[in-house]
């Protein structure tokens, strides 16, 4: 009988195939296939690739997988093939119970770009099952006296199928006595009834035994059967009747616990205890209705004893016995319908379909981050769900089919202000009042190089000190990104530029990786002060971003030149000048003067001068500031006609730098005093002389009256910066120059440091030419034009400017118009 079964359940199945193998429909972008139930593990359901246009190579590279609603996975794919596989045993009675249609939606996602797409199964019933009676010992206890065609409603036999495969129809042994007949009630249900069709005779039979059968629609048709015993009592001839054979009510799933729900009433025409009622549940009333629902024996109403749940089940048939107290106990049946009306108990739930993707933040608008559903166990209105997402929020919900969703971009995204968003969805039932919940996504943003390097400040000061050491470290600049990972990465470089005609490359470099600055050889002052270095900052993104920024980098003096002697000229005498003196000179005779310079700045060029050696150190000593020779006593005969001093010139550096420069003096009888002769010029008589002497008053007025104005705005500007360091002061010093008539002399005066020296040189002390002269120094404590006649027309052969200034935040210039008489 086994094997004969096994083989009708292989032709039903190949017959099953044949059918619906390839059956499969696409409609509104979802797809539909049908299989029967019970169908061996591996079995193909259909080619989903094919009927979803994917090619083969796409299930692997777009990670195509199934999502089943249902929680278990019936179903997977076969990606060397494409095709639907049955994962799992299918039970249409465990997943659909007797539904008349039975389907397990099923959701194809699909990467790159995502997608969804929904597929149904319908799973079709077989007659895999059979009838089968709650017990299979069936006892009735009728009494003799029971009228003709009374019924005796008797246990249903339960069929787990559904359809055609399902109970149809009951059969009995054959009997005189009974008969059976099929009433169909509320649910679908078929109940057989037993029905007397010939009085009884306790006397003949007391105990009549049946055989009950169930038999199902199916082919082959299953069956199953209960054994019926039927006592035969003789007493009490009366059943309890209800006044209903069935009772509807409808009850709110929130009903609470111990309220009323039906009243059911029977009644017995008997008298005493025959006519006495009592009622009950039926005997085989499942555990859910008594866990449910209670009955009062005594008046027959049922009260709630539980809490309702119309999401579990929404409907319940409840068997209400009515027994008597007679010998025998006579009994009677309703049928009591319940329905549950839902209420909005339970709040919307959000699922993901899709775990979120990371979104760069260039992505455009509409770009899918993830998928999701919204659900609520509720009906009607209450399962109606609305998803909202916060206001000002870069995202939205796009939705496709079946409250399905898609999280989409809208709006810009920028990783530098927000690397995560942490997106709250609420979702809200449309019940009253409405019930919500809210789920958060996270979402990450990925970078892309849209922020270029920035340096700290846009320009940079380096003050370095001259004669470095090459390869040490003038400076460290810095940049930084916004931006992550590579395209927050910096590497740093020169700009090529011109440093007096030399790549700056040339006297720097840079390190690619931290920026900091080296020098490639030492730096000289006096040959370069200051110089620009353009440092670039780029970032290694791509495509990568660039920013520049400017290095002043300032030379600062250092003390490595010695004074220069530039007067008496020794180029051909070596370190040897040659000078003349008359023998009667006075006390105060300049002899000669000595001039050096020093190429360096600052303190470092501030130059004295000293009397080393001397053949006679009593006769001649020298000017600690100008460098002038001069007699201190007048020359005697004991004198010796050669004269050998040895001047040492130091500036006021550290450490101190000299030179040495020896002058030889020889003492002439019959030499004059130049300015003597001049004097006795100037006395001969003459027109000429007399009108020139004239402009030469005027002239001195003028000169006067600027050099006054001169020395006012030289005031006020002291006064206006008095925190600065220096004093504004004028001293005296002597220039030498040369006659210029209708020409003026511009000197300017810088303010970058205290005034040494100012000085217009003319020739040797024999030339007889003197010219007027300013100089200036913050160290004096007076301040003094000096004017000297001048006698010859010689043209300015040189003029040393102004070695540093100490008047701050502004350079001043006068004109003095040379005076010279004939």
């Given at each position: ?191 057989p009834e037993l029905i007397l069709a010939k009085p009884l005779d306790r006397e003949k039979k007391a105990v009549i035994k049946l055989l009950l059968t169930a038999l199902d629609g199916g082919n082959p048709v299953r ?171 870069p995202f939205s919900l796009k939705p496709s089919f079946s409250n399905n969703y898609a999280l989409v971009t809208s709006g810009v995204l920028d990783r530098e202000s927000f690397s995560e968003y942490h997106i709250e ?38 003050y370095l000190k001259e004669n470095g050491v090459p390869g040490s470290i003038l400076y460290s600049v810095s940049a930084s990104d916004l931006d992550f990972g590579e395209n927050a990465k910096i590497s740093y470089s ?329």
């Amino acid at each position: 009988m086994t094997k004969r079964m096994g083989y009708r359940d292989w032709r039903w199945q190949a017959l099953w195939w044949n059918n619906f193998f390839l059956l499969w429909s696409t409609i509104d972008g979802q797809t539909r296939y049908t299989i029967p139930e019970e169908l061996k593990q591996g079995s193909v359901v259909g080619n989903l690739a094919k009927d979803l246009g994917l090619g083969l190579s796409e299930i692997f590279d777009r990670k195509l997988r199934v999502a089943s609603e249902a929680g278990k996975q019936y179903f997977s794919v076969d990606a060397g093939k494409g095709e639907l596989v049955v994962n799992d045993r299918i039970d249409r009675e465990a997943l659909c119970g007797q539904s008349a249609s039975c389907v397990l939606p099923l959701q194809v996602v699909i990467e790159d770009p995502l997608q969804l797409y929904r597929v149904e199964i319908e799973i079709q019933d077989i007659n895999d099952n059979s009838p089968r009676f709650p017990s299979n010992d069936i006892t009735l206890e009728i009494a003799e006296s029971t009228a003709v065609g009374v019924r005796f409603p008797l246990e249903s036999a339960l069929d787990p199928d559904a359809g055609s495969n399902s109970l149809k129809t009951y059969t009995l042994s054959k009997d005189e006595c009974f008969s059976i007949k099929v009433k169909d009630v509320a649910g679908g249900r078929k109940v057989p009834e037993l029905i007397l069709a010939k009085p009884l005779d306790r006397e003949k039979k007391a105990v009549i035994k049946l055989l009950l059968t169930a038999l199902d629609g199916g082919n082959p048709v299953r069956s199953g059967t209960s054994q019926l015993s039927i006592r035969v009592l003789d007493i009490n001839d009366n059943v309890p009747v209800f006044e209903k054979t069935i009772y509807k009510v409808s009850i709110s799933e929130d009903t609470a616990e111990g309220a009323l729900i039906v009243q059911t009433k029977a009644t017995d025409t008997d008298d005493g205890q025959n006519g006495d009622v009592e009622y009950s549940f039926g005997v085989h009333t499942p555990d859910s209705v008594l866990s449910l629902f209670s009955i009062d024996h005594i008046s027959g109403n049922i009260f709630l004893k539980a809490k309702l749940d119309f999401e579990t089940n929404a409907n319940y048939e409840v068997d209400v016995s009515a027994k008597d107290k007679g010998s025998p106990r006579m009994e009677g049946h309703c049928s009591v319908h319940v329905e549950v009306l839902d209420v909005n108990d339970n709040a919307p739930e959000i699922v993901l379909t899709s775990q979120p993707k990371p979104v760069r933040e260039d992505s455009s608008a509409g770009t899918v981050v993830a998928l999701l559903s919204a659900r609520d166990l509720d009906s009607g209105d209450n399962g109606k769900v609305m998803l909202q997402l916060p206001k000002g929020s870069p995202f939205s919900l796009k939705p496709s089919f079946s409250n399905n969703y898609a999280l989409v971009t809208s709006g810009v995204l920028d990783r530098e202000s927000f690397s995560e968003y942490h997106i709250e969805i609420t979702a809200t039932d449309s019940g009253s009042p409405p019930l919500s919940s809210k789920k958060t996504i996270p979402v990450s943003i990925t970078d892309v190089n849209d922020n270029p390097p920035r340096f700290s400040q846009p320009s940079y000061n380096v003050y370095l000190k001259e004669n470095g050491v090459p390869g040490s470290i003038l400076y460290s600049v810095s940049a930084s990104d916004l931006d992550f990972g590579e395209n927050a990465k910096i590497s740093y470089s020169i700009l090529d530029s011109k440093v007096q005609d030399v790549s700056v490359s040339s006297y720097v470099y840079i390190n690619s990786d931290n920026g900091s600055i080296y020098s490639m050889h030492s730096f000289d002052y006096e040959k370069l002060k200051v110089f620009q270095i353009r440092v670039q900052a780029k970032d290694q993104g791509s495509p990568s971003l660039s920013s520049n920024a400017t290095v002043h980098v300032f030379i600062l003096d250092q003390n490595d030149n010695a004074p220069a002697v530039i007067y008496p000229s020794s180029a051909a005498l070596g370190s040897l000048s040659h000078q003349r003196m008359p023998r009667f000179a006075k006390a105060g005779h300049l002899v000669t003067k000595v001039t050096a310079v020093d190429a360096d700045s600052g303190h470092n060029a501030w130059i004295s001068y000293k009397l080393a050696e001397a053949t006679d150190a009593s006769l001649f000593t020298v000017n600690l500031y100008t460098g002038e020779v001069r007699t201190k006593r007048p020359v005697s005969e004991q004198d010796d006609s050669s004269q050998r001093l040895l001047i040492e010139i130091k500036d006021d550096g550290e450490p101190v730098q000299s030179a040495t420069v020896t002058v030889s003096i020889l003492l002439e009888d019959g030499l004059h005093e130049p300015i003597l002769d001049l004097r006795q010029k100037a006395v001969e008589p003459s027109k000429k002389t007399g009108r020139i002497t004239l402009y030469l008053i005027l002239s001195l007025a003028s000169v006067s009256v600027l050099s006054l104005l001169t020395f006012l705005i030289l005031a006020i500007k002291c006064i206006r910066n008095s925190r600065s360091s220096g004093s504004c002061c004028m001293r005296r010093s002597d220039c030498d120059g040369y006659k210029n008539p209708n020409r003026n002399l511009q000197i300017q005066l810088n303010t970058d440091g205290p005034i040494k020296y100012v000085e217009v040189l003319g020739g040797d002390m024999l030339s007889q030419s003197q010219s007027f002269r300013s100089c200036l120094s913050p160290m004096s404590e007076y301040s003094d034009f000096t004017f000297v006649k001048p006698s010859s027309t010689t043209d300015f052969k040189e003029m040393i400017n102004v070695l540093d200034a100490s008047l701050p935040d502004s350079t001043w210039t006068f004109e003095s118009q040379q005076v010279s008489r004939e």
